[in-house]
């Protein structure tokens, strides 16, 4: 079954412990948190604050998504804020193994992000270190765009490589996701997807939910 990640980013933040409950109420899989600097990314939003707020609100995993530069410096943060799991993008680590060692020292799960303009080869070196790979679809900096179709045949191709190489990273899509994308992102190998907009612009939350993961199926 298609694992359904949550983006907060969509969520009303003046009630955001019981949006993140609505949604764990509605089958969400994991709650997804995305962290941007100003700089790697053209927006501001959350810290590890935030994520140690959030944890005792939910039972759920925390998939903590950094879009930060230099993220070695608040790895220990986001771990101790309580993350399951922490993503950190190839664009912004030029010493990728260490950095995904680092947020292992920490007992947590690490993945990899690459954005829609970078070539999956790029974190081929990587897929055997890493518990996750999460492929944008959409340029980061905000929720509420459209689903970049150019990365199909690259979540085919980071399928591929982990059936050849016998390896059991999660591969998990970011942006855009909706009723109208998820099957073409399943079809092509992806686990786990992540959703803003279109599940907390939706009344029903469990609705939209189960919607997405059905057409994905
Ligand atoms: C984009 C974020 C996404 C975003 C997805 O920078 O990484 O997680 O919240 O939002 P939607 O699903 O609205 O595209
Ligand atoms: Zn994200």
């Not at 680590?93 to 920490?106: A, G, N, Y």
């Not at 055997?128 to 340029?139: A, F, R």
């Amino acid at each position: 079954m298609t694992k359904i990640a949550p983006s907060i980013l969509a969520s009303d933040f003046s009630k955001l412990g019981e949006e993140i409950k609505d949604v764990e109420r509605g089958g969400a899989d994991y709650i997804h948190v995305d962290v941007m600097d100003g700089h790697f990314v053209p927006n501001i939003t959350i810290g590890p604050l935030i994520v140690d707020h959030i944890r005792p609100v939910t039972d759920l995993p925390l998939d903590v998504h950094l879009m930060i530069e230099n993220p070695d410096q608040y790895i220990e943060a986001f771990a101790k804020a309580g993350s399951d799991i922490i993503t950190v993008h190839q664009e912004a680590c030029p010493h990728l193994h260490r950095t995904i060692q680092l947020i292992k020292s920490h007992g947590v799960k690490a993945g990899v992000v690459i954005n829609p303009a970078t070539p999956a080869e790029t974190i081929r070196p990587i897929l055997q270190d890493v518990d996750l790979v999460l492929l944008m679809t959409v340029n980061p900096g905000f929720g509420g765009q459209s689903f970049i179709h150019s990365v199909v045949p690259k979540i085919e191709q980071i399928s591929q490589w982990r059936e050849e190489e016998g390896l059991s990273f999660e591969i998990e899509i970011d942006g855009g996701v909706k009723v109208e994308t998820a099957k073409l992102c399943t079809a092509a190998g992806a686990d786990v997807l992540v959703a803003g907009s279109a599940i907390f612009n939706q009344e029903d939350r469990k609705k939209a939910i189960e919607e997405i993961r059905q057409s994905s199926e």
